[in-house]
């Protein structure tokens, strides 16, 4: 069951580490994932990474 379905995750520092595998987690369970960090190149390729309408910002 995704729990988040028509919910938004905004993650702060998810292009690594952690805050990339909480990105994925939310991701998972339904949620539209918001990535940001401090380094915009890494924050796309997370986006690009998790799919799903995720969006680097």
């Known amino acids: 069951m995704q729990r988040l379905t028509g919910k938004i995750a905004l993650v702060i520092g998810a292009a690594r580490g952690i805050g990339a595998v909480i990105a994925e987690a939310y991701s998972a369970e ?11 190149a890494f924050a796309n390729s997370m986006a690009e990474r998790i799919g799903r309408g995720a969006r680097a910002l």
Do not use: K
Request: charged residues 20%; aromatic residues 10%; glycine residues 10%.
């Open 30 to 40: 339904g949620a539209q994932v918001w990535v940001t960090d401090i380094d915009l």
